[in-house]
Antibody, heavy 123, light 110 residues
Framework: EVQLVESGGGLVQPGRSLRLSCAASGFTFDDYAIHWVRQAPGKGLEWVSGMSWNSGTIGYADSVKGRFTISRDNAKNSLYLQMISLRAEDTAFYYC????????????????WGQGTLVTVSS | QSALTQPASVSGSPGQSITISCTGTNSDIGGYNYVSWYQQHPGKAPKVMIYDVNNRPSGVSNRFSGSKSGNTASLTISGLQAEDEADYFCSSYTSSSTVVFGGGTKLTVL
């Protein structure tokens, strides 16, 4: 069974940092791109970042570029999101999501999602 | 990158068919066949219903279908059932190598 489990969320003050983790199991982790998608409470979905299976292709939404860094450790079946200079508008549930298609290109379609971890940025 | 445009809400009676539209630009929907649709029930993670415009993952009912014409993608749900009531989001790959989502559509089954 495919599982994605996020952790690391919590309450943080504006301007501070936080690191999210996503532990994956039930599939060949290093065959797939993995993404971060966030959702502010009661709002829509926003793609945050994605990384290909071999870390060769990385993308960020304009809203987080320069502040967030995605990384992965294929030996640990884990994905990470380092967030710095956090703002109130970064408050959201953060989901990790698996690309539906293996390999370099991927499909940017997400077939499995974690349950999310809540990040609250507030003083 | 602006969000894709979806109607805020649609409704239908059990057994009916409904269609949700998702409008983008030549830089996203119109330029690639990487359109997906997600269903989200309250308090739950999203679930993919359609990927690559019109492909249905295993386990998803064949009552769900997708299509695309120009810069607009559509999700059609036929034989509407009570459990279909949820929020629906479209997404597309973009020319900036990012993903853009629609604002979401709340489906009410009357």
């Amino acid at each position: 069974e495919v599982q994605l489990v996020e952790s690391g969320g919590g309450l943080v003050q504006p301007g501070r940092s936080l690191r999210l983790s996503c532990a994956a199991s039930g599939f060949t982790f290093d065959d797939y791109a993995i993404h971060w998608v966030r959702q502010a409470p009661g709002k829509g979905l926003e793609w945050v970042s994605g990384m290909s299976w071999n870390s060769g292709t990385i993308g960020y939404a304009d809203s987080v570029k320069g502040r967030f860094t995605i990384s992965r450790d294929n030996a640990k079946n884990s994905l990470y999101l380092q967030m710095i200079s956090l703002r109130a508008e970064d408050t959201a549930f953060y989901y990790c999501a698996k690309d539906a298609t293996p390999g370099d290109s991927g499909s940017y379609s997400f077939d499995y999602w974690g349950q999310g971890t809540l990040v609250t940025v507030s003083s | 990158q602006s969000a894709l445009t979806q109607p805020a809400s649609v409704s239908g009676s059990p057994g009916q068919s409904i269609t949700i539209s998702c409008t983008g630009t030549n830089s996203d929907i119109g330029g690639y066949n990487y359109v997906s649709w997600y269903q989200q029930h309250p308090g739950k993670a999203p679930k993919v219903m359609i990927y690559d415009v019109n492909n249905r993952p295993s386990g998803v009912s064949n009552r769900f279908s997708g299509s695309k014409s120009g810069n607009t993608a559509s999700l059609t749900i036929s034989g509407l059932q009570a459990e279909d009531e949820a929020d629906y989001f479209c997404s597309s790959y973009t020319s900036s190598s990012t993903v853009v989502f629609g604002g979401g559509t709340k489906l009410t089954v009357l």
